[in-house]
């Protein structure tokens, strides 16, 4: 861990995986690597990994979310997979099965950004709850689509055109007791109110 790394409080983040595929090898896992890699270039506080690659099962995603948030301690949990009409579909459900609070601006924010990719994204189910004081988020399945929705999208110059879920997930952990992340701002500029901001520790 580098001294500016130690200077934040530590996070737990989980990452879930959720293909029936993928989980029984037949083909290899696009999901958990493509969510560590943009929480790791993203989030500056040290990061403990809790991954799982799991099936489509809606008892099991539900056990899983349930484990991570009340065993594991994660603060922040992500999913990635299931979201879709297909009958094997059941992430969204599995985790409103645990919610505390149903948090639907983060799913309603996605499929914004996707929609200006292509029309299939009012397909898509992703929402976003909180169990304890931990925030669950549904992402999309496919790598790009997810460093999409995170990070949000950006003209030839750099300047946010449509802000990406992300911007809004360190003070919603402000809110629920969680600890205070702070981010890399040429990844994605967290918001707060100027209240709830903390000096960055040197």
């Known amino acids: 861990m580098s001294e500016a ?5 530590p996070v737990r983040i ?3 995986s959720i ?13 958990l690597p ?13 990061v403990t990994w809790v991954p799982r690659l799991i099936a489509d099962e809606r008892e ?6 349930r484990e991570l948030v009340d065993l594991e301690g994660c603060h922040l949990v992500l999913t990635t997979g299931g979201t879709g009409p297909a009958l094997r579909d059941v992430t ?21 950004i996707s929609l200006r990719f292509v029309p299939t994204a009012i397909l ?20 790009k689509s997810i460093a999409e929705t995170l990070e949000g999208l950006r003209d030839a110059e750099g300047k946010s055109i449509v802000p990406g879920i992300f911007a ?6 402000d809110l629920i007791g969680g600890p205070y992340i702070e981010t890399n701002a040429a990844v994605c500029d967290a918001f707060r109110p100027k209240s709830a901001r903390r000096p960055v520790p040197a």
């Open 5 to 9: 790394a130690s200077a934040f409080e």
């Open 14 to 16: 989980g990452v879930v």
């Open 19 to 31: 293909s029936d595929r993928a989980s029984s090898g037949v083909y290899e896992d696009k999901g």
């Open 34 to 46: 493509a969510l560590q890699d943009w929480l790791g270039r993203a989030v500056r506080n040290p």
């Open 60 to 65: 099991l995603i539900a056990q899983t979310l």
């Open 92 to 112: 969204p459900e599995a985790t409103l099965d645990v919610a505390d609070k149903e948090m639907p601006g983060f799913g309603e924010q996605m499929r914004q």
């Open 124 to 143: 898509s189910r992703q929402t976003a709850v909180i169990r304890k004081q931990a925030l669950i988020l549904n992402l999309p399945g496919q790598p």
């Open 168 to 173: 809004a997930v360190p003070y919603c952990i």
